[in-house]
């Protein structure tokens, strides 16, 4: 079965940095979404994304979240400043969408820590 | 927005015991309910979902219910197994491509 992969699996970095997680969702997938989960804690939606641009997004969003996909595989999320509450597993999501919401399929993520 | 609820936040059961989790949404809009299983360490997996013109749906030992006038939806889960033991999200999708989980209930199933 396909699957939707990200790099890196894990992230290191200091707060103040700027972060690039990489996704390639399912290749005929339509809808592109980026979840994160605080350890222990519920998944929580962050934005989706369709034909290059962006459908939904959540208050955790803000000015230093940013997406792109800047090819036809690919699909990043950019965090300009990172604080330590952004220390979370970063999930990235695709579905095929074309009859309405349907399934998501969960990339395996990128466990980011900020120090 | 939309909010869910999902209660118990842990549940133990015996092997071939039932489980059964429950959920509440707040967005009357909200017409799909996925249910997802996350293994420790793992991403979440689509177990089983339903639409809002169906009011059950069943899957070998897996079954939901939905009962939109109430805003509650349930999973059920017959004779359970070790491998069953995971965590359980609910969630819910106006069709606006905003999926918003429920809490996580924390299943063990003991052997």
């Known amino acids: 079965e396909p699957e939707v992969t990200q790099t890196p699996s894990h992230q290191v970095t200091q707060m103040g940095q700027e972060v690039i997680l990489r996704c390639v969702p399912i290749s005929n997938h339509l809808y592109f979404y980026w979840y994160r989960q605080i350890l222990g804690q519920k998944v929580e939606f962050l934005v989706s994304f369709y034909n290059n641009e962006i459908s939904e997004k959540s208050e955790i969003f803000d000015d230093q979240f940013s997406v792109e996909r800047p090819d036809g595989s690919n699909f990043t999320l950019k965090i300009r400043s990172t604080k330590l509450e952004d220390s979370a597993m970063y999930f990235c999501?695709?579905?095929?969408?074309?009859?309405?919401?349907?399934?998501?399929?969960f990339g395996s993520g990128t466990q980011l820590s900020v120090l | 927005g939309e909010n869910v609820e999902q209660h118990p936040s842990t549940l133990s059961v015996q092997e071939g015991d039932s489980a059964v989790i429950k959920c509440t949404y707040s967005d009357s809009a909200s017409n799909y309910f996925p249910w997802y299983k996350q293994e420790l360490g793992k991403r979440p997996q689509l177990i089983i979902d339903i639409r809002s013109n169906v009011g059950e749906k069943k899957d070998q030992r897996i079954a939901v219910t939905l009962n939109k006038t109430a805003k509650h939806f349930s999973l059920h889960i017959t004779e359970t197994q070790p491998e069953d033991s995971a965590v359980y999200f609910c969630a819910a999708d106006t069709g606006g491509f905003k999926t918003i989980f429920g809490a996580g209930t924390r299943l063990f199933v003991k052997a």
């Open positions: 999501a695709s579905s095929e969408a074309r009859q309405g919401v349907e399934k998501l399929f």
